[in-house]
């Protein structure tokens, strides 16, 4: 698990593919003495395991899967990324509870500023806004944002002058793809209320809930 709060920018030295998948390389400042062979690293959103550790680089390898399902297979060398480590049971949750498992990819389709901040707004599939709700959670490329507001077809956050240097997201213009992780709790609450069952507490419905207090 992660929190969406990046630690380093880095660099990717090369992409390699083959056989579908890909070996990455990437250049860090993380304290890669803490890091061992096996941890997770999450890659502008994306959990990946580390296989080689070099100095002041590692690799990982990414699968096809991943590829077809997130922007990864259109960096290259010298692109940048959010890199974060694996959560902590000591760590404070600074930002919100991030599996690194990209649910899709959006479209950047507006910027322009909002104050003290810079306002984006992208482009989403359907089956992806059904989990992105106004003052909800919401991971873009890594990194932990607030939605500020959704409709049919988009969903907007707006990102402050910290969150912009510190990641990559002061880089993202008009059409750039970037990787979306929706908040986890949405999805299982739905697959609660669509009825499965389990032999203890039965299916789930709007009424048990609100004879509950919950709703």
Known sequence: ????????????????????????????????????????????????????????????????????????????????VNLERALRLSDRLGGHLVSGHVDDTAVVISRQDDGNATLFTFCAAENTLRYVVEKGSITIDGVSLTVNLVTQETFSVSIVPHSLVKTTLNNIKIGCKVNIETDIIARYVEKLMTGRTTPSTGSLTMEHLAQNGFV
């Open 1 to 80: 698990m992660f929190t969406g709060l990046i630690e380093d920018v880095g660099t990717v030295r090369s992409l390699r593919q083959s056989n579908g998948g890909a070996r990455l390389e990437i250049l860090t400042q993380l304290p890669l003495s803490e890091v061992a062979l096996g941890d997770s690293i999450a890659v502008n959103g994306i959990c990946l395991t580390v296989v080689e550790l070099g100095s002041g680089s590692f690799v990982a390898d990414v699968s096809p899967e991943t590829l077809l399902s997130s922007s990864l297979a259109q960096v290259s060398p010298s692109s940048l």
